[in-house]
C-alpha cells in the first residue's frame, strides 16, 4: 500500500479526535491504542467494528462529523490539547501543521470564490 499523503493522515488524525469526543458524548466507551501502536484512523475504524447499536452509530457518526468541522478552524494549542486528551499522538509541531494545512485550504477556496 502505497504511504499516506499528509492531507490524509491529517484528516485522520482529526477524525480520530472528533470520534473520541463524540463516542464519550454519545455515552460510549472506546480503547484508544497503546502509545507506539497508534495509526492514523484507528479509533474510528476500531470502535465503528465494534459497535452493534445501530442508533448509537448514528449518533456517534453525526458528533464526530461536525466534530471534524470544528477542528479543522481550530489553533495548534487547542488541536494538541483534544488530541491528548483522547489518546491521539498529535505534538506541538504536529499540530501546527495540521493548523496552517487547513488554514491553507480555507484560504485557497476563498480566494478562488473571490
Partial sequence: ??????????HLLLADIAMAAAIETAGSTFTAPPAGAYEPGAIRDNWLAEASDAEMKRKVLALANAGVASLQGVDPDQLARAAEKYGVPVDAALADRIAVHFTDKREAIIRYRS
Avoid at 500500500?1 to 491529517?10: H, L, R, V
Fill in 1 to 10: 500500500m502505497a504511504e499516506m499523503t499528509e492531507n490524509q493522515k491529517f
